[in-house]
């Protein structure tokens, strides 16, 4: 499960996973991501704010994943791993190298920092 909240005034979407993520948690992520893409053209971040890495449900769900970043990671100009985990810090690294935002890694108390970051040109 995956709370969302769109920020339509700073052009991010957030991510807060809850739980094992599910092919419907991608579905609500990819209606408001790509509302806002439709209307200006790019998300200015996305950022994902967890503890831990949740995994997934079901294979739907890692499914799902991977169809929602090809089908965005061209529209987004940054995304901000918010985390102390080590999964996410070397899925940062990672990914930085296979998308084209930038990638950024933050602490997890330092989710403004992030969103600073974002908003930078």
Same mark, same amino acid.
């Given at each position: ?13 957030? %991510? &807060?996973?809850?739980? *094992?993520? !599910? =092919?419907?948690?991608? +579905? =609500?992520? !990819?209606?408001? +991501?790509? $509302?806002?893409?439709? !209307?200006? $053209? ?7 704010? =967890?503890? &831990? @890495?949740? $995994?997934? /449900? ?8 991977? /169809? @929602? %970043? ?7 100009? &940054?995304?901000? @791993? %918010? ?17 084209? *935002? /930038? %990638?950024?890694? @933050? ?12 908003? =930078?040109?």
């Amino acid at each position: 499960m995956i709370q969302h909240e769109m920020h339509h005034d700073k052009g991010v979407l957030i %991510v &807060k996973p809850q739980g *094992p993520l !599910t =092919a419907e948690d991608f +579905a =609500a992520i !990819t209606r408001d +991501a790509s $509302g806002y893409i439709a !209307t200006n $053209g790019a998300l200015d971040g996305f950022m994902i704010c =967890a503890q &831990k @890495f949740p $995994g997934y /449900k079901n294979p739907q769900g890692l499914l799902s994943h991977l /169809k @929602f %970043v090809r089908a965005h990671h061209k529209k987004i100009k &940054k995304v901000a @791993f %918010v985390s102390d985990s080590r999964f996410y810090e070397i899925a940062s690294r990672v990914v930085s190298r296979c998308v084209q *935002p /930038k %990638v950024k890694h @933050f602490g997890y108390r330092h989710e403004d920092s992030a969103l600073n970051w974002i908003g =930078a040109s």
